[in-house]
């Protein structure tokens, strides 16, 4: 089983939709989690972090769900401009040190 | 602030010549990562460093890879007798710590020819 795991998508949607994502995680003691998003041919950009309490940046929620290891990242209202893949990255504590583990990510395209 | 500055920003080479990439993290970032994307394809890890120790080597595809880092800055990722399935973007990434946000530079593309 892999460490991070993500609705393998694509997901095409209409602008204005609402569209969440689901990304689940093996490691219980993960501590830290993040969306990333990245555009066609570009690097992968920090969207937000994913924090115990769930969180909100404008149209973006990303909630956390620790008794079933998995976050989760909804799009209100969606744009042409979200067209992109989302990536969860969660933190995996082994052989004494901590690194970032990226999901495969999940595509989105949003149609006129 | 300076992010993450990676070089060249392409290299066209023929196979079975040897490429050297270079990675300047964000300055005071302990944690610096290397990985492959392939076309169409997710991010591939390859290797991770944290000071100038790499803890984690797993995903350095074969002995043609190597990379090193000092002090505790730049790194640089070494591919010897490039083949043609080496052709991908290479990241490289860093953060303040193995478990804060990484940052990745706009990466090197290699093409082999």
């Known amino acids: 089983r892999k460490e991070v795991e993500q609705d393998p998508g694509p997901f095409n949607v209409p602008e204005g939709a609402t569209v969440a994502f689901n990304c689940t995680y093996s490691?219980?003691?993960?501590?830290?989690f993040f969306w990333y998003r990245q555009d066609c041919r570009k690097e992968p950009k920090l969207l937000m972090s994913?924090?115990?309490s769930g969180n909100e940046d404008g149209r973006f929620t990303a909630q956390l769900n620790r008794a079933s290891q998995y976050i989760s990242l909804l799009i209100r209202d969606s744009k042409l401009s979200d067209s992109a893949t989302y990536l969860c990255?969660?933190?995996?504590?082994?052989?004494?040190?901590?690194?970032?583990?990226f999901g495969a990510g999940t595509r989105l395209a949003v149609h006129p | 602030g300076a992010g993450v500055s990676q070089s060249p920003s392409n290299k066209v080479t023929e196979k079975g010549k040897d490429v050297e990439l270079r990675c300047d993290p964000i300055s005071g970032h302990t944690a610096l990562y290397w990985y492959r994307q392939r076309l169409g394809q997710g991010l591939e890890f390859l290797i991770y460093?944290?000071?100038?120790?790499?803890?984690?080597k797993s995903g350095l595809p074969s002995d043609r890879f190597s990379a090193e880092r000092t002090g505790e800055s730049v790194s640089t990722l070494t591919i010897q007798r490039t083949q043609q399935e080496d052709s991908a973007v290479y990241l490289c990434a860093s953060s303040f710590a193995g478990n804060q946000p990484q940052h990745f530079g706009d990466g090197t593309r290699l093409s082999i020819l």
């Open positions: 990255v969660v933190n995996s504590f082994s052989g004494g040190y901590n690194k970032l583990i």
């Open positions: 994913v924090y115990s």
């Open positions: 490691n219980s003691a993960s501590q830290s």
């Open positions: 460093f944290q000071g100038n120790s790499a803890p984690d």
